[in-house]
């Protein structure tokens, strides 16, 4: 989880870099990233088991890539090119919370005081680090409709973390990225063709082109591979706490650039959001609760056994 986002947190900026040329749209990019990552993970299935997938299951793939891929992918990519790339991670910060609300109403999972501390914390080091970067409110332009779309995409991949958890475990991860990621393709390729046709490829530069190739390879097709591992081990809101690493990337990567300086504000921040993430991955789940009361059930019941046949 933390590889898959700080290569996110790598792609955001880059992908902004090749928005702003105004050569590639949004849409563009969400087109080449869906559609690299299917080839990859096409050819990666031809070097290891081939697993049959019934029609449901293929329909709730198709749900899954919608809700984890094109909607995520499209909605986050729209609303980066919109808003600035400061509230867009300011608004990134709310999809732990909202992992944590759907996981209690369709998983029945605890909210307990350590999910609301461990979240409360990351979110108060993840806002302190964007807003002591100094790049919130820039480019305004269309911004609240960026906003929307952001906001959009972090409660499209909450749901998805939600509903599949469970579905994940029955596949591996090359069989549910490669249908995934084809039906995605397949939906978003309806729409994005006049652009993938009008778009003028020769003048694109080398920089572009490269900072093109991390978000297909590193930011889509290896990202979704970690992310896999991640979904099929952790706690949907464990998973969702490792979203706040993606702004110390992007404040990490400015100072590197020069655009920013390191700062005891800074510090203070990535440390808040270490222990947001200690906190939550520290918290209790519904299946570690269950097992404690049945044994506290237990030992009532062999202690209270063992008491009434003394008396």
């Known amino acids: 989880m933390l590889g898959a986002n700080v290569m996110w947190g790598l792609m955001s900026p880059l992908s902004k870099m ?12 969400t087109n080449l990233r869906m559609a690299g990552a299917m080839v990859l993970f096409w050819i990666t299935s031809l070097f290891v088991p081939r697993e049959h997938v019934p029609l449901p299951d293929l329909a709730r793939l198709f749900c899954a890539g919608m809700l984890g891929v094109l909607i995520n992918q499209s909605c986050f990519m729209m609303g980066v090119g919109l808003t600035s790339p400061g509230d867009a991670s300011i608004i990134t910060t709310s999809m732990p919370l909202w992992v944590m609300i759907l996981a209690a109403l369709i998983l029945k999972e ?10 409360v914390c990351g979110a108060t080091g993840a806002l302190l680090l964007i807003l002591s970067s100094g790049h919130v409110g820039a480019d305004r332009a269309s911004g609240i409709w960026g ?19 469970n579905f994940v475990a ?7 990225m490669k249908w995934m990621f084809t039906f995605a393709f397949l939906v978003n390729f309806c729409y994005a063709a006049p652009s993938l046709y009008s778009t003028v490829w020769s003048a694109l530069s080398w920089a572009e082109i490269g900072s093109l190739a991390f978000t297909v390879v590193c930011g889509t097709y290896i990202a979704y591979v970690l992310i896999m591992i991640g979904q099929k081990t952790l706690r949907p809101t464990v998973v969702g706490m490792y979203n706040y690493f993606q702004p110390i990337v992007a404040c990490m990567v400015g100072i590197y650039m020069g655009l920013d300086t390191f700062n005891l504000e800074k510090l203070a921040a990535i440390l808040l959001i270490f222990c947001g993430v200690w906190l939550v991955t520290r918290s209790k789940s519904r299946a570690q609760m269950l097992a404690e009361q049945s044994q506290q059930q237990k030992t009532i019941n062999k202690y209270g056994t063992k008491a009434a046949f003394r008396n």
């Open 18 to 29: 090749v928005i702003v040329g105004g050569i590639v749209t949004p849409l563009v990019i």
């Open 110 to 119: 605890p909210i307990t005081a350590k999910k609301v501390g461990g979240i």
């Open 147 to 165: 906003d929307l779309l952001v906001l959009t995409a972090q409660f499209s991949y909450a749901l998805y973390l939600t509903l599949y958890k």
């Open 170 to 176: 029955r596949y591996s991860l090359v069989t549910l």
